[in-house]
């Protein structure tokens, strides 16, 4: 290899580059004096272009590497006046480009690219431009004030290391089933989009740092694919990713500090985030629309002064080991007939609702928390809501909250320490929970056009009404416990529907079942241990009481008023503290092969102002005085043609 060297000085006997070119054999090398070389080179043998040091040894005319052709530039400044034009291989070592003079400083087409340590600045449009089937690879480079993009890429590949590139529109435009590789660059302060994606392109990052953007970070479109490893995106005013119509990968990623949202999917978009922290945006930590698929596992998702993810559009999500913690609106927003699908999941201080489901979506939440929300945990508004061995808890609301037709199913569940009922529903709404357990609360309050049932459950240490039901709700208990309330364990109002079986209710401080202006069938069921009565059934209310016992009240057993009608049979009352039936104000009850026991007061039985008691093949037993009381205007009739027992 031969060193042919070039100087501007009077002395030299070559002078220009183009007559060191013509001398050149293959592989020879071209030494440059500093010096200012203003020449057009058309470069078609494979040397090397080296100068003495890159700020004083300088190019500045127009290059051109035509196809087969392989030329080294070392230690150059470059200030070419229209682009460099790369067919062949050009291959650029500690150089400095300055494109002030031209409107894109490289452009390959069909050719290949290698820089190393190189610096490219002030191009009025692109730094560098891959064209057809063009392929880069880029390292230890700066890329600075390049118009509106550093890099242009269209049917073209670039692998891209350990830079720098901040100070124009954009870093990278990738189009046209291009493909950008970056690792461990740094994108920063660009006054659009810092990294465009369309038309089936593809972008990789791993561990990169995209920050300090005008616009998006990152905004795919077209078919076009994102994968992040280890990425940090912060601190953009737009939303951080912008995803549409294309797919998402990101792993061990964190995205915070965006002025809107984190991460926006939209147009049947497809997104993957494993192991990702996304936090600290005003709008949303993450939004899916219109028909978009996200799946999140091992992931957080914090401190949103909106809502920390939000589905809309028919767009579906599963999320797997996720925390949802301190969003100041929704931490989970599932709407418009979008699908949410929840394991291992944990919802922690959030500052409003849990989970905010509305407009005919629908949520499964598996084997997750809810706990500490400053409003209820779970709102559900027209929509279903499943909730499978979850833990609601010490919510400022409720537990659940679902209305106007929502549909809540509850399996294997517990609620506790909510301040307010720990499942209130209204306006036709269908509540189901099996095998739960309700602790420390308000229970359940359900009314207007409700259905409420209950399987295999226990509802006990509730500070108000432990269930609820009003305004022609219906309510099922079956095989259940409720027991141990500071006030009623069952009540119904309004035309509401009680249907109890199976089940024991015991230990409350008020009466333990209020049956006002409502109807109930209470079957196969034990009432005990009341500070009060067991029964009021009032106001024109109607009961069916069968298979049943009830005993050990402070108060009348069963109290009957206002007009109301009770059947009784099969059932055992006995160890009351007081009358075991009190009937009065125009009601009657029809009694049954029961029996009635009484060894504290001495009257089993008082009908008064106008009330009815049929007695029809009962024992009953007084061991103190009297059986029966009724007033002038009332009626007490036994008969006992059958006692079979």
Known sequence: MAIIKVSTSIFS???????????????????????????????????????????????????????????????????????????????????????????????????????????????KEVGIALMNNSVASIQNCMFEANGKSHFLLEHSKLQLANSDLSKSTHALWIKSKSTAETKNVKFQHHTGTQIIVQENGIFEDSNSIIEHGQGNGIYAINQSNITLEGTIIRHHDLPQIWIQESTLHANHCDVQYGKESGIMLRDYTEATLNHCFIAYHKIANIQATLSSRLNIEDTNIHHCKGVGVQ??????????????????????????????????????????????????????????????HANSAISVIDSDFVAMSCDISNNDGNGILAVQQAKVTIDRTKFSDNAMPHIAAKTKSDITLNQSELVRGKGLYVLDYCSLYVTESAIYDGEGVQIEVADHTKLHLVDSQVYSGASNGIKALRNSEVHIKGSQIFEHRMPQVVINDSSLIFKDSELLNGNRNGFIIENHSEALIQDSFISKHLYPQVWIDLESNVEMKHTHLTEGSESDLYVQNKSSVHVDKCIIQNDKFPLNIQAIFQSKVDLHNSLIENRIGESYFFDINSSITHYLDEVDY
């Open 13 to 123: 006997t070559i002078k220009t580059i183009n007559r060191a070119i013509e001398k050149a054999n293959r592989g020879d090398e071209i030494a440059l004096a500093a010096g200012k070389y203003k020449e057009s080179l058309h470069i078609d043998k494979y040397v090397t272009i080296k100068g003495k040091e890159k700020e004083s040894t300088i190019i500045k005319g127009l290059i051109i590497i035509p196809k087969n052709t392989t030329v080294q530039f070392i230690e150059l400044t470059l200030q070419p006046t229209s682009p460099i034009y790369i067919e062949g291989n050009a291959i650029f070592h500690n150089c400095l480009f300055i494109g002030s003079e031209a409107n894109i400083i490289l452009s390959a087409n069909n050719g290949q690219l290698t820089m190393d340590n190189c610096m490219v600045k002030l191009a």
């Open 311 to 372: 589905l809309r559009e028919q767009s579906i999500a599963n999320f797997f080991n996720t925390t949802f913690a301190d969003q100041t609106l929704a931490q989970l927003f599932v709407t418009e007939q979008s699908i949410a699908s929840l394991k291992e999941c944990t919802f922690n201080e959030g500052q409003h609702v849990g989970i905010f489901i509305d407009k005919n979506a629908n949520c499964t939440l598996i084997n997750s928390k809810v706990i500490n």
